[in-house]
């Protein structure tokens, strides 16, 4: 099985699906904190020659995080004003994914979901 949880202030969770090449867990999630709104999402059981995930987010914005053994994690902000000041001038808003691709070292998608958190 290839499994994957999270867990936050406001709660956990977790997934889990039989283990081959088309198996993936894809956790998306959101969390109210004191900061404002923040976005995630987790995947479990990319390809192994996968090595950066990249999130297009609602807004334009591109959210990006290293891919370890088939598994990675990000979340954002989903603006300027929920996040402390955290993003450049000129970024003011994130929102929440539309579309999130793995790709190899060399830029080839090799995986790609839509969905939003």
Known sequence: MNCLG???DSGSSVGCHETDENSHVVLWGSEDRTS???YSVAVAGLPLEATTLVSETVAGRL???TI???VTYQEWPTGEGSSGGILP???REF???I???ALTADGIIVWSTTGAN
Do not use: D, M
Request: no cysteine; proline share 0%; net charge neutral.
């Open 6 to 8: 999270v867990v936050n």
């Open 63 to 65: 959210v990006g995080s």
């Open 99 to 101: 579309r999130t691709v």
């Open 68 to 70: 370890i053994n088939g």
């Open 95 to 97: 929102g929440e994914s």
């Open 89 to 91: 001038s000129g970024g």
């Open 36 to 38: 404002g709104t923040w």
